[in-house]
């Protein structure tokens, strides 16, 4: 959005007088990222879909600005319906055929300003990650501060790493519960990059 809205310049005629518009477009790039999400997340027959198809048609005396703001507001509301967990499941986004792996699924999600479900998300694939990792070093499934720990103690993987798994899932943990102010956009993004070179290191091959 902020790209779109730094596009805003000022025009000025005979008849219209003085009137700020954005770039046409930066515009069209937006609303169409913005209604395949909708679409995915909400559905193409949901009401913020509607709203937001209704909102693209250009009244009379309607700026390219005016039409940004309308659809902005329709854009921001399902935000905040979707992060008080009123339109889907993170399992939902998850499955979602919109992202090709669940770690670029959680960069996209931190992108869009969706950053409980990217925390979510990286943690489930942390825990999973730690699941193959036990069973490659044959030690049973447990919960994931009973195989961080074990992990550990066999020498895996060394204290300093243990306790950036424990901070991992304590992000995990508070965003499950729905405390975002526990924790940044900034955090998810490491945890994300992180939790990718967690990965790599120990599960290549």
Known sequence: M???????????????????????????????????????VCGDTSEHYKEFIAGEDPGAFQTSLDRFKRVKSIFLAAKEDFEGGYLTSVKTLVQSEVFESELEQAEELLKSGYHLAAAVISGVVLETGLRELCSRENIPHAKLDKMNSDLAKEGIYNKLQQKRITALADIRNSAAHGRPDEFTNEDVRMMIRDVEQFLAIHLEG
């Open 2 to 40: 902020k790209k779109v809205s730094s596009t805003q310049y000022v025009t000025n005629s005979e008849m219209f007088g003085r009137s700020e518009c954005i770039d046409g477009e930066a515009l069209l790039e937006w609303k169409v990222k913005v209604k395949n999400l909708i679409v995915k």
